[in-house]
C-alpha cells in the first residue's frame, strides 16, 4: 500500500507534507471513524472556484449562466468518478466489509466524494494555489467548450440558475440526517430558499443525491406556486 500511496502523489505531483491527509482522504465512514467527509466539504468548494477561474479566464466571452452550466458540467459525479479512475483511487480505497461486498470501490458516487476529498486535502497540505494547479491538471484531458451549456441541466443548475435570473440568493443544502447501516446509508437532505420562506427535502444514496432530490422538489415547489 505504501507503494500505492507514492505512485498516486506522483500522479497528483504532491508530495504530502502531512500524510494523515491523504489517508484521511482515502478513508470511507465505513472503514473509520476518521474518515473523508469533512475533507470532500472543503475539496468541493476548492473544485467549485477552481473550475470556475478556469473557465472565466478560458471562455472569456460567455455571459454568467452559461458559465454555470459548463461548470456543472465539469464538476458533475460522471466527470470526477472517470478522474478519479484515472488516477486508479478504486484500489487504494479504504471501505467497510460490508461496502467491499456491495461494491463500494467501483461506485461512482463514492470515488467521485474522495477525489474532491483528495483536492481538499492538497488544500490543507500546502494551499489553494497548489490545489488549483492539481485542479487544472487532472481536468487537461477534459474537454471544455461553450457547447457544454447544451447539456440537459441537472435540478440543482436549473434551481440556481432560476435563482440568479432573479438576482436572489443560492439555495443553501443541509443534511439533515444520514439513515441506514454505514455501508449502505441514505442522505435527507434539505434545500432552503431563505427569501422565499421556502424549505423541501430530498433523500440519496449520497450526500450529491439528496442535494438533487431537494433541488428537484423546490423545482417542484416554485412550478405548483406559480413562481417559474
Known amino acids: 500500500m505504501a507503494d500505492r500511496l507514492?505512485?498516486?502523489?506522483?500522479?497528483?505531483?504532491?508530495?504530502?507534507?502531512?500524510?494523515?491527509?491523504?489517508?484521511?482522504?482515502?478513508t470511507h465512514r465505513s472503514f473509520s471513524s476518521d474518515h473523508y467527509e469533512r475533507?470532500?466539504?472543503?475539496?468541493?468548494?476548492?473544485?467549485g472556484l477552481a473550475i470556475s477561474g478556469l473557465l472565466y479566464t478560458r471562455l472569456s466571452n460567455l455571459p454568467e449562466g452559461d458559465l454555470s452550466r459548463v461548470r456543472a458540467n465539469l464538476v458533475k459525479q460522471d466527470t470526477l468518478h472517470?478522474?478519479?479512475?484515472?488516477?486508479?483511487?478504486?484500489?487504494?480505497?479504504?471501505?467497510?466489509?460490508?461496502?467491499?461486498?456491495?461494491?463500494?470501490?467501483?461506485?461512482?458516487?463514492?470515488l467521485a466524494d474522495a477525489l474532491e476529498a483528495l483536492i481538499g486535502a492538497v488544500y490543507l497540505d500546502a494551499g489553494f494555489a497548489r490545489a488549483q494547479e492539481l485542479v487544472h491538471r487532472l481536468f487537461e484531458a477534459v474537454e471544455i467548450n461553450p457547447q457544454m451549456d447544451a447539456i440537459g441541466k441537472d435540478a440543482k443548475t436549473a434551481l440556481q440558475e432560476w435563482l440568479q435570473g432573479r438576482k436572489m440568493k443560492l439555495p443553501l443544502y443541509k443534511v439533515v440526517a444520514t439513515l441506514g447501516a454505514a455501508h449502505k446509508q441514505t442522505f435527507d437532505v434539505e434545500c432552503e430558499i431563505a427569501e422565499l420562506h421556502l424549505t423541501e427535502r430530498g433523500i440519496g444514496g449520497s450526500r450529491r443525491a439528496g442535494e438533487q432530490a431537494a433541488a428537484a422538489a423546490m423545482l417542484q415547489t416554485l412550478q405548483t406556486k406559480n413562481l417559474t
Open 6 to 26: 507514492q505512485e498516486l502523489q506522483r500522479r497528483l505531483q504532491h508530495e504530502f507534507s502531512n500524510p494523515a491527509l491523504l489517508a484521511r482522504a482515502l
Open 82 to 110: 472517470q478522474i478519479a479512475v484515472g488516477l486508479g483511487l478504486p484500489e487504494l480505497l479504504r471501505l467497510g466489509e460490508g461496502e467491499v461486498r456491495s461494491g463500494g470501490q467501483k461506485r461512482p458516487s463514492i
Open 39 to 47: 475533507l470532500e466539504f472543503l475539496g468541493d468548494s476548492v473544485l
